[in-house]
């Protein structure tokens, strides 16, 4: 773990910051992408968070408002940086989508909510873990580049399916068309979700999953 510090952009705090030099990992991931192994705790230190002023980034030293300083000042994003009961790991994850959403970065908000959804989820907290996949959707379907890449659209279905939005995950199946996937592993992928969205699964799956249930 290498420790070191960065000064807000905003407010000119000292941060302290973590980051992870080195890991093994497995290519084994859950079917919206996340890391498993030592990837996956490395995946907390991606996005850091000024404590004084709320300020959420990749790195604090950069401004990723692109000078829209209002954002922070929003209801919206300092209800969120104020909730005591949101758990910082997902917090940071989520104010950094709204600044990303905001400036109109939806690719970007998209993997950043996404990643919160993650660490509500295993806080425990469903309702934030459902609103994350929500605001994942949303950027994704805002984005022009997901229904031409076979890897993103994958996580979009997968964070329809996880919400319990199977319509939706199905439609967005058909809308791709597993016809027009090119890589073996997404087609198989393809048909292994829509197997789920079938039967209404909700659960959290693998990437193994996909060869053993697939041929």
Same mark, same amino acid.
């Given at each position: 773990?290498? #420790?070191?510090?960065?000064? %807000?952009?905003?407010?000119?705090?000292?941060?302290? $910051?973590?980051?992870?030099?080195?890991?093994?990992?497995?290519?084994?991931?859950?079917?919206?992408?996340?890391?498993?192994?030592?990837?996956? =705790?490395? !995946?907390?230190?991606?996005?850091?968070?000024?404590?004084?002023?709320?300020?959420?980034?990749?790195?604090? !030293?950069? *401004?990723?408002?692109?000078?829209?300083?209002?954002?922070?000042?929003?209801?919206?994003?300092?209800?969120?940086?104020?909730?005591?009961?949101?758990?910082?790991?997902?917090?940071?994850?989520?104010? $950094?989508?709204?600044?990303?959403?905001? %400036?109109?970065?939806?690719?970007?908000?998209?993997?950043?909510?996404?990643?919160?959804?993650?660490?509500?989820? *295993?806080?425990?907290?469903?309702?934030?873990?459902?609103?994350?996949?929500?605001?994942?959707?949303?950027?994704?379907?805002?984005?022009?580049? $997901?229904?031409?890449? !076979?890897?993103?659209?994958?996580?979009? #279905?997968?964070?329809?399916?996880?919400?319990?939005?199977?319509?939706?995950?199905?439609?967005?199946?058909?809308?791709?068309?597993?016809?027009?996937?090119? *890589?073996?592993?997404?087609?198989?992928?393809?048909?292994? !979700?829509?197997?789920?969205?079938?039967?209404?699964?909700?659960? =959290?799956?693998?990437?193994? *999953?996909?060869?053993?249930? #697939?041929?």
């Amino acid at each position: 773990m290498d #420790i070191g510090f960065q000064t %807000c952009i905003i407010c000119n705090n000292k941060v302290e $910051t973590k980051n992870v030099v080195s890991s093994l990992d497995s290519d084994v991931t859950n079917l919206d992408s996340r890391p498993k192994g030592i990837a996956r =705790i490395a !995946e907390k230190n991606f996005v850091n968070l000024c404590e004084k002023c709320g300020y959420a980034s990749f790195n604090l !030293e950069l *401004d990723i408002t692109e000078g829209h300083h209002e954002i922070l000042q929003s209801d919206e994003y300092l209800d969120i940086f104020h909730n005591p009961d949101l758990v910082k790991d997902a917090k940071k994850f989520y104010l $950094t989508g709204l600044i990303l959403k905001y %400036c109109e970065h939806y690719q970007k908000a998209a993997y950043s909510f996404l990643r919160a959804s993650w660490f509500f989820n *295993d806080s425990g907290n469903k309702e934030w873990m459902i609103k994350s996949k929500k605001m994942t959707i949303d950027a994704f379907l805002n984005d022009e580049f $997901t229904f031409r890449n !076979e890897q993103q659209c994958s996580v979009l #279905i997968d964070c329809y399916r996880r919400i319990g939005d199977f319509d939706g995950a199905i439609k967005v199946i058909k809308e791709f068309g597993i016809e027009n996937v090119k *890589d073996e592993y997404y087609q198989k992928l393809f048909k292994y !979700e829509l197997k789920l969205s079938l039967a209404q699964d909700s659960c =959290i799956h693998c990437s193994t *999953d996909v060869y053993e249930n #697939i041929e």
